[in-house]
């Protein structure tokens, strides 16, 4: 078998036929070249279970869990296209007990102190310049928060994804997934509305609705730069990221008894067994509030 072939003919499928996102297929040309480096260009039961063995060994569960999910995928597509007559996955035991890690989160007073302090940092910009960049992080930081969406998710927005008379919001998720979300707290609406106004050139010249000074799209990095310019100026010690913001969304709506199916499509999450991790962060939240804030606790007997 020419498994160099292979892999090159069946990255082109992903990305011409099934459309997934350039990220996707990064990540599956990585794992793929990967198991060729590691097997010489062999695919055997025999490879195939030493390389699962090793990946266990060298990486964490999460990630050794995406690249047997890239391999198995891979031969589904070999067996499809009648390159291969079985499949090895048949005869390999890939289950593994993965750890729970619970999803970080932003305390709701730090969230409340980055938003306040970028709203005051806006009245008392001294240049048109700072003012209009001011404008623009307070609706990044308020559409993260409002939406629970992912950096990337926002940063790749067109200005045709969002229509601000209705309040809806279309995203492209992984996979391709679109997912509407509705935008209706007053305030978000306002922050849009005046960061359209005040950016409309360059996104009608860039094609992305979040835009930087150099008039192209908004990076991530960007986004994560920003964030921590805004979590120093608040004195909060703890890195803070943009996914502990979808993180936060997701707790905090739980936390309101939001039933977890609507947060599993608003999140865009295929399976509920993805947003059942926020029940953990809920539950461990409970046993805070019940062990420092129960009244029983002020009657000594």
Known sequence: MDLQNHIHTYLNYCTEQK??????TKAYRTDLQQFSEFSHNEF?????????SHIH???????????????????????????I????????DTSFREPVVLPKTIPFNIITAILTNAYSYKKSCRTSYSKKCTVRDIAVLEILFATGARVSEICTLTPDAIDL???TLKIFGKGSKERIIQIENPDVLK?????????????????FFFVNKLHNRLSEQSVRAMINKYTTAVGYDRHITPHMFRHSFATLLLEEDVDIRYIQKILGHSSIT???????????????????KHPRNKISI
């Open 19 to 24: 459309t997934l996102s350039p990220k996707t």
């Open 44 to 52: 055997t039961i025999e490879c195939i279970r030493e390389y699962i």
């Open 57 to 83: 060994k060298e990486f964490k569960p999460k990630t050794a869990k995406r690249k047997i999910a890239s391999l198995k995928a891979f031969t589904h597509y070999l067996m499809v296209q009648d390159i």
């Open 85 to 92: 007559t079985s499949n090895p996955f048949d005869k390999i």
């Open 165 to 167: 008379d209705e309040h």
């Open 191 to 207: 922050a849009l509305k005046t960061y359209f106004s005040e950016f409309s050139d360059e996104i009608a010249a860039t094609g």
């Open 274 to 292: 993805t947003t059942q991790i926020y029940t953990h962060v809920a539950m461990a939240k409970q046993k805070e509030i019940l062990s420092l």
